[in-house]
């Protein structure tokens, strides 16, 4: 049953079929292949796996995000970042891995937080003669944070289908999200010492009082959405409305950039991406179903046992598996294609599901760096005006960077879990 799994759900990608059509067809596979026919269970199923609270706050963190764009908050998020270390040498590039750090704390995706961050730093560096590829890597490789600290969509969708708290995966995200910050700073210093980057004039004491006055709404966003979570003030869920509205407010009365006509654009953009993530969703739940049917948790189970025998040999499997299928597959559908698979899995090691949980985000984050499939790698390649060969070459000394923190995360998961362990719902 594994193998007429694998060989439905990857033949149909191979065709071109869209990732959510190739689930509810590969459930339909093996629905036929158990010999159970009955197409009721299948919109069932279909209508469980979106009809969840928890997944409302996608389309509320996703119009945040897009109002944030717009609506100018993002732009001063990066003169702030600016203000604080914009005087290192190479200075603009730690200045990209800060600004997306914090935009991460609003717009929980990859893509958005490569995008807003990428259009306004790149156009900089490039005038500044930063190399180029080197840069369009950098923010790249920073933007894939936007998943991993909190507010994160993956991790919705992944306590959606496990079954776990939202709020511990998005405590979960902190240490990892910002360990990454920190190593992707790192290596950058190396390649600015290198290349020989330019210093920009250190900002005066009362500029940069001037910047963090300017960007002090945009600044303190985060820290209410998180908050507020932390707090049991609102749901995550709840959080996202609180996140539409603020970027509203604040775009439009604060700082007064978000204008009428800038609304249809970003509830369009909202919508559609919103539409995409809940129609997967639901075909993942029909999937997730005639999986759990045709034993397939417990055929992979028994091959992994095989292999080792502790949990941290399963760890190292598990992490292998999903490099390699994030080559070939977006975030969103192997989180929700493997979530099913793997949590039962980790479960009979022991293993605790929200630690896989981040785990599995951070991992599949990766992913999206790394061709054919990687969306933040032809964001990038848009933004840079770079073919993926070119941006691929300077991708992968950042790909291992991120690669190194994870496996580092494998052999220390109590730095994971110690801020979760802090709440107890």
Known sequence: MLAIFLLSLFGFLLVGVPIGFSLALTAIVLMIVKGTL????????????????????????MLAGEIMTVGGLSQRIVNFAKALIGHIKGG?????????????????????????????????????????????????????????????????????????SVTKLFLGGIFPGVVIGLALMAHWYFIARKSNYPTTERTSFREFLMATK???????????????????????????????????VVSGLVYRELKLRDLPKALTEAAIGTAIVIF?????????????????????????????????????IINILLLLVGMVMDLTPALLILGPILVPLAK?????????????????????????????????????????????????????????VLFILLFIPKAVMWIPSLISR
């Open 280 to 316: 997967v969703c639901g075909a993942a739940t029909v999937a997730g179903y005639y999986i759990t049917v045709a034993r397939i948790p417990y055929l992979l189970g028994e091959m992994v046992k095989t292999l080792a025998s502790t949990q941290f040999g399963v760890l190292v």
């Open 38 to 61: 009955a197409p009721s269970t299948i919109a069932q199923y279909f209508m469980y796996g979106v009809d969840n609270f928890p997944l409302m706050a996608i389309p509320f963190f």
């Open 92 to 164: 603009l590039g730690y200045v990209s891995v800060l600004a997306c750090m914090i935009f991460a704390g609003v717009s929980g995706t990859a893509v958005a937080d490569t995008s807003a961050i990428g259009s306004i730093m790149l156009p900089v560096m490039e005038k500044e003669g930063y190399d180029k590829g080197k840069s369009t890597a950098l923010i790249c490789a920073a933007g894939c944070i936007g998943p991993i600290i909190p507010p994160s969509l993956p991790m919705i969708l992944y306590g959606v289908i496990a079954g776990v």
């Open 348 to 404: 009979s090691f022991g293993i605790d599901p929200v630690y896989l949980g981040v785990i599995m985000t951070v991992n599949l984050a990766i992913g999206l760096l790394t061709p054919p499939v990687g969306s933040v790698l032809y964001v990038g390649c848009r933004l840079g005006r770079l073919n993926i060969v070119e941006l691929s070459k300077h991708l992968y000394p950042f790909v291992f960077t991120m690669v190194v």
């Open 214 to 248: 300017d960007a002090f709404w945009a600044l303190i966003m985060p820290l209410i959405i998180l908050g507020g979570i932390i707090s049991g003030v609102f749901t995550p869920t709840e959080a996202g409305v609180i996140a539409v509205v603020y970027a509203f």
